[in-house]
């Protein structure tokens, strides 16, 4: 306990330029919110409270701890319901004009919050990500420690891939505090004091009619019985498009009513 940073201890929220770089939170917009947390509920276990970005979002958590936000998807936003990742960065509008200089799209934003500034961009092959310049959740050491939501980038060329995310979010650079980067068999794997964030591997492609084949990031979940996890999402109006044996454990990936795609994995990344 006297190791962990004083914002652990405290209670207190960490900003996102103390961990520029890393994915700090994951977040649902959806067309209904209420049935989104119906489905969330029933199958992921989670509960939730209101959030501080205001009454239409809410924060899911389980066994205690936050896992991902989900907000009600305002009519004059043109985005998909989908699951988000969103990235700390020091300085969203620095951030946002090096996507824009490396052909990348910042579609929404960046706007200000109460807790601070985001946007809303997607690459230069149109996986949609976000930013987000400010406090994160308290404990969030915690969260990254335990990892209730990690992420998995399908993308046309991992390398290039890297190269764009590396240039935008400052990962691999000489700056202290940066997240590192290694090439593992045919993987990107990005970590953080010794932590794996998030996978990029190759071999979507943009023209594919399967959501699952372009270019994306995956937002995965553990969970502790794949199956039933499954049969709860089958019961509760989601389809299942994929199921499988992975070196980082067995994974469904699903479809919520609302057609966002999350997938569910028996490991930790």
Same mark, same amino acid.
């Given at each position: 306990?006297d190791?962990?940073?004083?914002?652990?201890?405290?209670?207190?929220?960490?900003?996102?330029?103390?961990?520029?770089?890393?994915?700090?939170w994951?977040s649902?917009?959806?067309? =209904?919110?209420?049935?989104?947390?119906?489905?969330y509920?029933?199958?992921?276990?989670?509960?939730?409270?209101?959030?501080?970005?205001?009454?239409?979002f809410?924060v899911?958590?389980?066994?205690?701890a936050?896992v991902?936000?989900?907000?009600a998807l305002?009519?004059?936003l043109?985005?998909?319901?989908?699951?988000?990742p969103?990235?700390?960065?020091?300085d969203?509008?620095?951030? *946002? *004009?090096?996507?824009r200089?490396?052909?990348g799209?910042?579609a929404?934003g960046?706007l200000?919050?109460?807790?601070?500034?985001?946007?809303?961009?997607?690459?230069?092959d149109?996986?949609v990500?976000?930013?987000?310049e400010g406090l994160l959740?308290?404990?969030?050491?915690r969260?990254?420690?335990?990892?209730?939501?990690?992420?998995?980038?399908?993308?046309?060329?991992?390398f290039?891939?890297?190269?764009?995310?590396?240039?935008?979010?400052?990962?691999?650079?000489e700056?202290?505090?940066c997240?590192?980067?290694?090439?593992?068999?045919?993987?990107?794997?990005?970590?953080?004091?010794?932590?794996v964030?998030?996978?990029i591997?190759?071999?979507?492609?943009?023209e594919?009619? =399967?959501?699952?084949?372009?270019?994306?990031?995956?937002v995965?979940?553990?969970?502790?019985d794949?199956?039933?996890?499954?049969d709860?999402?089958?019961?509760?109006?989601?389809?299942?498009?994929?199921?499988?044996s992975t070196?980082?454990?067995?994974?469904?990936?699903?479809?919520?009513?609302?057609g966002?795609?999350?997938?569910?994995?028996?490991?930790q990344?």
């Amino acid at each position: 306990m006297d190791n962990e940073p004083r914002a652990v201890r405290s209670g207190t929220a960490p900003s996102s330029a103390s961990v520029f770089g890393a994915p700090c939170w994951v977040s649902l917009m959806a067309r =209904d919110l209420q049935a989104a947390q119906d489905f969330y509920g029933a199958v992921l276990g989670w509960r939730f409270r209101k959030g501080r970005m205001g009454e239409e979002f809410s924060v899911a958590f389980y066994d205690g701890a936050p896992v991902a936000g989900i907000g009600a998807l305002a009519p004059r936003l043109a985005v998909a319901v989908d699951w988000t990742p969103y990235f700390a960065v020091t300085d969203t509008d620095e951030a *946002a *004009a090096r996507i824009r200089e490396r052909s990348g799209t910042v579609a929404v934003g960046p706007l200000s919050f109460s807790m601070g500034r985001g946007a809303l961009a997607a690459d230069r092959d149109g996986a949609v990500f976000g930013i987000w310049e400010g406090l994160l959740i308290p404990n969030w050491h915690r969260w990254r420690k335990s990892a209730p939501a990690w992420l998995r980038l399908r993308t046309r060329n991992a390398f290039d891939a890297a190269i764009f995310y590396g240039e935008v979010l400052e990962w691999a650079t000489e700056r202290p505090g940066c997240c590192q980067v290694s090439y593992e068999g045919d993987e990107v794997v990005l970590r953080s004091e010794g932590h794996v964030l998030a996978r990029i591997s190759s071999g979507a492609s943009g023209e594919a009619p =399967d959501p699952m084949i372009r270019p994306r990031w995956h937002v995965h979940f553990p969970v502790e019985d794949v199956g039933a996890t499954v049969d709860a999402a089958l019961d509760n109006g989601g389809v299942v498009l994929d199921r499988q044996s992975t070196p980082q454990g067995l994974q469904a990936a699903l479809r919520d009513p609302d057609g966002a795609l999350f997938t569910v994995t028996s490991a930790q990344p």
